[in-house]
């Protein structure tokens, strides 16, 4: 516990010198720029950052569904360049399946390793239960609220047991209410698994709510501004929100953040006003 | 006069009891008009039966045997046309959907051929396959496939991609991908095709049929008129318009629910 | 902005070219299989024979007169059914009551396979362009209709509003706010309307062998006249295929900023 805090022992994902870049010539944006942190076992790490600071990108290189980068995220001592099988995706839209039951949902990425249809049932049950969602499993999609679906898509991730979870703001879309008791959700089914998870966000009482660990980055080309250790105890429930240290973490945090989310502004003004302009 | 016009602009839409009885009225003088027409004898002979003998024309032709073989042999080769016009249609859309190069090259051809009268590619049909039910099948499978191929591909290309993002962080392979994404995602355009390939088929199907053929509900129609059975006529049509409209129903009922 | 002079013609309409060469490639490899001998010349003459037949046909057939023929009866037809599917159409917006109870059996209509009833029609109308061109109107009618009302209900609620609170007559609403706001989709229910009357009138002419590029069509292949029919039936599907990319052209013409 007494490490360096960007260090862990044994980590269970290292993102190790990462850089991505998009567009050719003279117009290269440098999405991500040499990011390096790692998460432990059952660590809970967040990364924060305004919007357009290239978090999404990371999400998609970690996820493997962006495979030409350089440097190297590694599970062990595997690099990862497609998607792993030890890590499980969260996505931030809306991504249930419509034309299937909340069960069928989840019970989807076993469907697809050809566990047989019993088994398949008994565990996504399992899930589904754990997300508090039992009495919806014949539902479709349709039928259930913005929160439920978000919480059926966690439930679908969980099932075929990720060693870690990536979730990239799976509650952007959910009122302010909702998402602190998905929160409590979150934090409590990540203690009961031990689950190792990184999210993503931009929210940062959700982001103080649920982590160990938060990286702050910057804003284009996206660094790893500081590594902030949240010691509040656990465990957490989103009672939390309304303590001192709490407070004190946000507003913490919010100094890093506040520089570069006020250049993410300017920059999407001057842009604006380029484009009315030229229109 | 003034609560009138406020009480329809409150309440919308008129009530289910009075479209009922319009629609009733609106038939009732059709028929009755039908019926005076008929007895007038403005028209020539059996050009306008009247309805009481149209009626025992179309019970007589329910009990004949003879409409149900060639009920049969056009439902058979409208059924195999769909089918080949469909896995055609399927495969080439989700090409052209699946694509973008495939699609600047290659679907401006299936769009601007989709709307061209295909009948008239019937006698090709016939030198290529003989007056047999071939070529009535090979007619009908054609024009099927413009219409399911086009909606497949814009089915394709309207896939939610988070869907696909989900697929691939599963590590689903190209078949389950095929499997468990992409076709349940299209499914209600698909059908929509299918339905629209249907309508195609049945209709050139049946018209090559009275062109040449010796068997089919086609060439039931052109044998009536030929004798110039009138009431046999419009009774063989009536039933050939109801059951191309229950199919149609039919299919479109399966691309509403769920979904 | 001004695009940057980059990609060569060639580059950025590489797929379009690349469609038509596969396209006569296609050709090619026809002829050669006519030509060796694998393809029998008389299911499939040689491309070049065909390509050759137009001449002949355009010369001997009186094609030209044939498409005139066509021409008249489509155009009589799609007038005919957009004169009489506005109004019909017009009014079915009026009246909330008879859309409610026309609107399915209007699209039922326009689904029937009525082009089958054309002995029907060869009884009624005799075997005339007359015929013809009633079987033409029938098919072209319903699109128009359902467009029209589909058109006008879909005048969004806040221009009626501008329109009642300039206290306009219903006469002046029609003309100034409802008609125009509606036009963009009555003219795709004239696109949809007049593509039915083409194909329904040439698929018609070549059944009842009479008129124009129909009957042309079934008089070349009764007469096994093999490069003629194909001949034939290219200058058709052309001249569908041209008919419809000017209706698609004035349709997207008409609805600026879409």
């Known amino acids: 516990m007494a490490l360096n805090e960007s260090q862990s022992v044994n980590p269970a994902l290292v993102v190790d010198d990462v850089v991505k870049r998009f567009g050719r010539g003279d117009e290269v944006i440098t999405a991500v720029d040499h990011m390096s942190f790692d ?10 950052g305004p919007s357009g600071c290239g978090k999404s990108t990371l999400f998609n290189i970690i996820g493997g569904l962006l495979s030409d980068y350089e440097g190297a995220v590694k599970i062990g001592e595997e690099r990862i360049s497609a998607p792993h099988p030890a890590v499980g995706m969260v996505f931030q839209e809306e991504s249930t399946f419509p034309w299937r039951t909340v069960i069928d949902n989840v019970a989807f990425p076993l469907e697809l390793q050809g566990v047989g249809k019993s088994e398949r049932m008994d565990r996504a049950h399992h899930f589904i239960d754990m997300v508090g969602l039992a009495s919806f499993e014949k539902a479709f999609p349709s039928q259930l609220s913005g929160g439920m679906r978000q919480r059926v898509s966690i439930a679908r991730t969980l099932v075929s047991q990720p060693k870690i979870l990536l979730m990239d703001e799976p509650f952007a879309a959910l009122d302010e209410q909702t998402r602190l008791l998905l929160g409590d959700k979150i934090t409590q089914i990540q203690q009961e698994l031990n689950q190792t998870t990184l999210l993503i966000t931009h929210n940062l009482t959700e982001a103080v709510q649920l982590s160990d660990r938060i990286v702050v980055m910057t804003y284009r080309p996206g660094r790893v501004k500081r590594i902030v250790r949240i010691d509040l105890p656990r465990p957490r429930t989103s009672d939390v929100v309304g303590s001192d240290a709490f407070g004190h973490y946000v507003a913490e945090i919010w100094n890093d953040l506040r520089e570069e989310a006020s250049r993410g502004m300017a920059d999407s003004e001057s842009a604006a006003s380029r484009r009315a302009a030229h229109g | 006069m003034a609560a009138a016009g406020k009480m329809s602009l409150a309440s919308g839409a008129p009530a289910q009891r009075d479209v009922i009885v319009l629609r009733l009225l609106v038939a009732l003088v059709i028929f009755g008009a039908w019926e005076a027409v008929s007895r007038s004898g403005l028209f020539y002979g059996e050009v306008i039966p009247s309805l009481t003998r149209i009626w025992t024309s179309l019970i007589k032709l329910l009990g004949d045997g003879v409409f149900y073989r060639n009920l049969q042999v056009t439902t058979f080769e409208t059924v195999v046309a769909l089918a080949i016009g469909a896995g055609c249609g399927i495969a080439v859309g989700i090409g052209l959907g699946a694509n973008r190069f495939l699609m600047r090259a290659f679907e401006p051809y299936v769009y601007y051929l989709s709307p061209t009268p295909r009948i008239i590619l019937f006698p090709v049909m016939i030198m290529w396959f003989g007056v047999g039910p071939s070529s009535k099948i090979a007619l009908g499978a054609l024009s099927a496939f413009f219409a399911i191929a086009l909606s497949t591909a814009a089915g394709m290309r309207q896939i939610d991609p988070v869907l696909i993002r989900v697929g691939r962080s599963f590590r689903a392979s190209l078949w389950q991908m095929t499997l468990k994404i992409y076709l349940p995602a299209m499914r209600v355009p698909i059908l929509n095709g299918l339905r629209l390939g249907m309508g195609t088929a049945i209709i050139t199907v049946l018209l090559g049929e009275t062109k040449l053929s010796n068997q089919g509900l086609g060439y039931m129609i052109m044998q009536v008129y030929t004798r110039f059975d009138m009431p046999g006529l419009y009774a063989l049509l009536i039933v050939v318009f109801l059951l191309a409209g229950a199919v149609n129903a039919l299919i479109g009922h399966f691309a509403r629910d769920g979904a | 902005m001004a695009e940057k002079s980059g990609p060569s013609f060639l580059r950025r309409n590489g797929p379009e070219l690349f469609g038509a060469l596969s396209l006569l490639a296609a050709v090619l490899v026809f002829e050669a299989l006519v030509r060796s001998g694998i393809v029998n010349r008389f299911v499939i ?57 026309m609107e399915d059996w209007i699209g039922a209509l326009a689904a029937a396979p009525i082009v089958l009833a054309f002995p029907l029609f060869l009884v009624l109308f005799g075997r005339s362009p007359k015929t013809i061109i009633v079987m033409g109107f029938v098919h072209g009618l319903a699109p128009i209709i359902l467009k029209m009302v589909e058109g006008l209900a879909s005048t969004r609620p806040v221009l009626i509003n501008v329109g009642r609170s300039l206290k306009m007559t219903s006469s002046q609403m029609f003309w100034k706010i409802l008609f125009p706001s509606a036009l963009p989709v009555i003219f795709t229910g004239i696109r949809l309307s007049w593509t039915f009357v083409l194909i329904t009138i040439v698929g018609v002419e070549y059944l009842i062998n009479l008129g124009g590029l129909g009957q042309l069509i079934n008089e070349l292949a009764e007469r096994y006249d093999l490069p003629g029919t194909y001949a034939g039936i290219c200058f058709v599907v052309l001249v569908s295929v041209l008919f419809f990319v000017i209706l698609e052209r004035v349709e997207s013409w008409l609805q600026p900023g879409r």
């Open chain 3, 45 to 101: 003459p040689p491309p070049s024979d065909i390509v050759l037949a137009f001449e002949r046909v355009i010369v001997e057939e009186n094609i030209l007169g044939r498409f005139r023929d066509t021409a008249v009866e489509m155009v009589i037809a799609g007038f005919a059914a957009v004169g009489v599917g506005v109004p019909i159409g017009a009014f079915l917006y009026r009246s909330a009551l008879w859309r409610r109870a």
């Open chain 1, 39 to 48: 998460v432990a076992q059952g660590e809970f790490v967040s990364v924060i």
